[in-house]
């Protein structure tokens, strides 16, 4: 996706063949605009490897969060991330998919807009065994790194709280914490896959950021 805002400071069984990604679904129970929205899928695996974190250190005083809006375009900055955003919705099954073209990241269009002080901004992403995948790295992030949302309201910054492995069952069993509508005072959630086995990858990762 082509669409720019502005600047700031300066996942399914199938084995991905090579430049294709290996699809992201997820099935968890969420909830949305105040209601259940029964499972997304996250077709990857998941082994609990982190824990919640304190929130990171504070941004300068003089920055300002814009008014919430649509994302339009993530960055990661120590990973040398910059990936177009997408709307993305429940396809039929209640399965949410990321978009096909996997330099892009998918924004769930039910979940809070970007720089919300309630609910949850969920974005998904593909990883791809070969590289090239937008979400490829997330599992190097740490506590504190920053990670930023534009919209066309200016740039949203999150530091991260978490970064989580967790098995599809235990994804399930903390879906509505992790993903609910009524959980998270705006914090930001990027979901992804991680490790690739040979033919599948088996886990997925979850990365928790606190809005600034």
């Known amino acids: 996706m082509a669409t720019e805002g502005p600047t700031e400071d300066s996942a399914e069984d199938t084995p991905p063949t090579r430049g294709e990604p290996g699809p992201v679904r997820r099935r968890v129970a969420a909830l ?3 209601a259940w929205v029964a499972a997304l899928v996250l077709a990857l695996g ?4 982190g824990v919640v974190l304190p929130e990171g250190e504070s941004e300068a005083r003089s920055y300002v969060a814009p008014d919430p809006a649509q994302p ?3 960055r990661i900055p120590s990973l040398d991330v910059t990936a177009p955003v997408v709307p ?3 396809l039929a099954g209640r399965v949410l998919q990321p978009p096909a073209d996997y330099t892009k990241v ?3 269009d039910v979940s809070a807009r970007a720089g919300a002080r309630r609910g949850q901004t969920v974005v998904t992403g593909h990883t791809v065994h070969t590289g090239g995948g937008a979400l490829n790295r997330v599992t190097a992030l740490g506590r504190g790194e920053r990670v930023l949302v534009v919209s ?3 740039t949203v910054r999150y530091r991260v709280s978490a970064v989580r492995v967790l098995s599809r069952a235990e994804l399930a069993e903390q879906a509505e914490a992790l993903f609910g509508q009524d ?5 930001l959630v990027l979901v992804s896959c991680t490790d690739w086995n040979g033919s599948t990858f088996e886990n997925n990762v979850v990365v928790l950021a606190r809005r600034v």
Do not use: K, N, P, Y
């Not at 998941?46 to 490897?49: E, G, K, N, Y």
């Not at 959980?183 to 914090?187: D, F, K, M, N, S």
């Open 32 to 34: 949305a605009q105040g």
């Open 46 to 49: 998941l082994t609990v490897a």
């Open 72 to 74: 339009i375009r993530l």
């Open 88 to 90: 993305i919705g429940m």
């Open 106 to 108: 998918g924004w769930w």
């Open 152 to 154: 066309r309201e200016g």
């Open 183 to 187: 959980h998270g005072r705006g914090r």
